[in-house]
Structures are given as structure tokens and as C-alpha cells.
């Protein structure tokens, strides 16, 4: 999948001189399907089956602390059909940590674009929190990184005190979101920014929201650099198991939520209840992978951030990674 949006960035960067916008965002024929047009969409989605009556019964798929993929959603998904309307959806199970996981929902913008919305829900399939379409904010096209709608917020894995942890996630759209569009940067305008070049003026496509669409899907965006990142909260409660639209997340929040905040050293945090015993296995493979790459100050990072997490063997961990050397 990841040639795929290779070909869909490269194709909105080449021959777009003289081209209507259809002929501007031309896709490959292997995504072409994703991108058809919102009446196509919409015929599909109405004519599909529903999948179950409540969200317990949709099929979850259980996915890791570093799950990174491209899913297309069409007519081959599951539908469901929540308060906010019918639509295809994805839904997942998140992995039990004992610790918070950074997410990023990114997307693809082609001849149309999925308007995700984000529902987040507890152990009994209960909305603990909804992230709406309109928190997914615009990025333009910049290099290989093509348009897109992105959102990036935090998932609590961990059951605490006052607030059920997230066990479920579903990525959905909503009857509002597809009626609307998103403007962007006509990709000729982009690329003349990006050489340093003249604007030349072309006008700014609007992209109408479907009910198909590609969509990236990325925990932990940040773990290359060798620790979870700290992303922002964001997202509405939500008690209605039929997943009604709530109140909206503001743009200003959203956009913090897009970048990721300093992470405090370990001194200036109260240290957590122990953490589960698998939590502790995953921390401590980890570190001693970074420390067999060389990565020593990673691995260091590693052990603040597990540390902060409730580990009580990290440290150990290191040291021990540090000798067998």
C-alpha cells in the first residue's frame, strides 16, 4: 500500500499544466476505485448491507503500540449505521499498555477525500470520547508528503481512577461531513512555492468529501526517535452508544493537538502505579534494541519515559543491554 501513495503524490506533482482539476488529481489505476465519484460512493454505501446492530458486534481488528497502515475504505468494509448516518467504517482494538499512545489520522486527498470522525470507546463499547470531522485540519502538499486531512490526538490505555480507559477505536464519516468540501492548494501552486517560482495564480480546487477514501492510520508517529511523544488531548465525551455528533473540538485546539508538545524530564513527574507485566517486556525489548543499534541516548529516553510509565525494571534493563554490549 505505501507504493500506492507514492504513485498518488508523485501523480498530483506531474503533468498538471493545462489540466481540468479532475485530470489534475489523476490517480493510479490500483486507487482510482477510492476516489470515484461522491454519487458513485454514496449509491455504494446506500446498497450495502449493514454489518450489525450494535457496536459490540462490528468485527475489531487488534492492533499493536506501533501500527502504521494505509486502509482503503470502500464498499468491501463493513457499514454501520450510527445516529450521524450510515458510512463504512474501521473499527479496531488498541493495545492494553498501561501508558498514553499518540495517534495520527491522515486522509489521502485525491478527486475526493474521507472526512474522518474519530470515536473512542471503553472495555464495554461505551463512547468515551469523539473527535469530529472538522478537527481534521488541511496540510498542503509539501514534497512527497501529498494533501491530506490530519488529526493527531492521544489514546489512554490504561485504566485509571474516574476515566475508563480507550479499548476501541472507529474511523467513520457522518451524512454532514460528506455533503461539505475541502478547498486546497492547486498542486501547481504548491510546487511553484516549493522552487521558489512566481504564483501562477491558478485557482484553488474544491474537493468534495465521499463516502470512500484512503486513510493512514499511525500509533506512536514518533517512536523512530526512540520515545512516545506527548501529544495534545483532544475530542468530545460522548454517553449516546449511537455516536451522535457532539459538540465540535475548536481549530485552535486541533492545531495544537498537530504538534507535539516538550516532554518533561522524569524528576519533575510523580512516578505511577507498577505497570503491567507486559508493559514492562515491551519497555525493556525496547531499550535493548536501541542500545544494540547504538542508540544509547534513545534507549535513555526509553527508560525516562518508562520510568514515568510506572516501570521499576527499565533502568536495570539498560544497564544490563550496556554490558552484554
Given at each position: ?40 460512493a ?9 454489518c450489525?446492530?450494535?457496536?459490540a458486534?462490528?468485527s475489531?481488528?487488534?492492533i499493536?503500540?506501533?501500527y ?20 463504512f ?43 469530529p ?11 512527497f ?20 480507559r ?7 464519516t457522518?451524512?454532514?461531513a460528506?455533503s461539505?468540501?475541502t478547498?486546497?492548494?492547486h498542486p ?20 468534495p ?13 514518533d ?9 495534545a488531548?483532544?475530542g468530545?465525551s460522548?454517553?449516546?452508544p449511537?455516536l ?7 481549530p ?14 522524569v524528576?519533575n513527574?510523580?512516578?505511577k502505579k ?7 517486556s ?5 531499550i ?22 510506572g ?11 550496556v554490558?552484554?554490549?
Amino acid at each position: 500500500m505505501r507504493n500506492k501513495i507514492a504513485v498518488v503524490f508523485v501523480a498530483s506533482l506531474l503533468g498538471l499544466g493545462g489540466c481540468s482539476s479532475g485530470d489534475m488529481l489523476s490517480l493510479s489505476s490500483d486507487t482510482r476505485d477510492l476516489f470515484v465519484e461522491p454519487s458513485e460512493a454514496a449509491a455504494s454505501l446506500q446498497s450495502a448491507p449493514i454489518c450489525c446492530e450494535q457496536l459490540a458486534q462490528l468485527s475489531y481488528k487488534s492492533i499493536s503500540y506501533n501500527y502504521d497502515a494505509e486502509e482503503e475504505l470502500d464498499a468491501r468494509h463493513q457499514a454501520f449505521t450510527f445516529k450521524s448516518g450510515k458510512s463504512f467504517v474501521l473499527a479496531y482494538k488498541l493495545p492494553a499498555l498501561n501508558t498514553d499512545i499518540p495517534v495520527r489520522i491522515e486522509s489521502v486527498i485525491g478527486e475526493t477525500v474521507f472526512a474522518p470522525t474519530v470515536a473512542l470507546l471503553s472495555d464495554s463499547f461505551e463512547v468515551n470520547r469523539v473527535v469530529p470531522a472538522s478537527s481534521f485540519q488541511y496540510h498542503e502538499l509539501k514534497g512527497f508528503s501529498g494533501n491530506k486531512l490530519s488529526a493527531a490526538f492521544r489514546i489512554n490505555t490504561e485504566q485509571r481512577e474516574g476515566r475508563a480507559r480507550d479499548a476501541y477505536m472507529l474511523i467513520y464519516t457522518t451524512d454532514e461531513a460528506r455533503s461539505k468540501s475541502t478547498q486546497i492548494v492547486h498542486p501547481e501552486r504548491s510546487r511553484a512555492k516549493a522552487q521558489a517560482k512566481a504564483d501562477p495564480g491558478i485557482p484553488d480546487p474544491l474537493i468534495p468529501h465521499s463516502a470512500f477514501g484512503l486513510v493512514n492510520v499511525t500509533l506512536n508517529p514518533d517512536l523512530s526517535k526512540g520515545f512516545f511523544s506527548d501529544e495534545a488531548w483532544f475530542g468530545s465525551s460522548n454517553a449516546d452508544p449511537s455516536l451522535a455528533i457532539v459538540e465540535e473540538v475548536q481549530p485552535s485546539q486541533a492545531a495544537q493537538a498537530s504538534s507535539p508538545t516538550l516532554v518533561a524530564p522524569v524528576g519533575n513527574r510523580s512516578l505511577k502505579k507498577p505497570m503491567l507485566e507486559e508493559t514492562e517486556s515491551f519497555y525493556n525489548k525496547l531499550i535493548a534494541e536501541m542500545v544494540k543499534q547504538g542508540e544509547v541516548e534513545k534507549a535513555l529516553k526509553l527508560v525516562e519515559e518508562a520510568e514515568y510509565a510506572g516501570s521499576r525494571t527499565a533502568r536495570g534493563a539498560f544497564i544490563e543491554a550496556v554490558k552484554n554490549k
